[in-house]
């Protein structure tokens, strides 16, 4: 999902399995797309904790409760 990649991966059409096969091997191949996209989804991966997630889901009810 790109909204969850952020841009810190290669997003390939999910149906797509030349795309697929394309993107692993360059992950694979080109060492510095994998060191980018680990470095970048590390950064990302910091985003994502539990108090986000019960942030937004409160904000959430909130909004659907006014």
Excluded: H, K, N
């Excluded at 810190?8 to 091997?25: F, Y």
């Excluded at 910091?46 to 019960?54: G, L, M, S």
């Amino acid at each position: 999902l790109p909204e969850v990649a952020g841009g810190a991966g290669l997003v390939v059409d999910a149906t797509d399995d030349a795309g697929l096969a394309a993107a692993m091997r360059t992950l694979i191949e080109d060492d510095a797309t994998w060191q980018r996209c680990r470095s970048a989804g590390l950064q990302r991966a910091v985003q994502f904790t539990w108090q986000r997630c019960a942030e937004i889901t409160m904000q959430t009810y909130r909004a659907a409760l006014a």
